[in-house]
């Protein structure tokens, strides 16, 4: 079993280490890191995975971020969802589906009606998402 708390500052160097296993990779580390140093990034919506029960803080096994972006035209922020991180020998196991879930129920928790996110749009269906673009929102055009 899994227990899905929001993070705290000592959580920081597991959660770093996390996106850096999951993803093979810096880029998404360094995207979670430039949205907790942003006037986006909202502590409540940083949400780790740990073990029921756990008591240190080397077992983190994933890590969720969901923070306010601007909305090009537009003075209105929303609130985007990424990066998402689960360890590699854990995933398939239902700890990024927690993730996803403890994230919108925080959303809906601060009353906002909308959450953005890029990712796999057959993965993320099953939680409500849908596409933007046959929403009519499409990206500006730098990012088409």
Known sequence: MIRVRQATDD????IL???RRAF???EEA???DAVRASDGFIP???LVAVPDGAKTLCQTQGHVLTSWVGLEGSDRRLL?????GVLPELQGQGIGSALVRASLDAARGLGEPVVLLEGNPKYYARFGFLRADELGLLPPPAFA
Request: hydrophobic share 40%; charged share 25%; proline share 10%.
């Open 30 to 32: 360094g995207m979670a």
């Open 11 to 14: 959580d920081w160097p597991a």
């Open 24 to 26: 093979g990779r810096d």
């Open 17 to 19: 280490d996390v996106h």
């Open 44 to 46: 409540e919506l940083s």
């Open 80 to 84: 985007q969802l990424g990066p998402i």
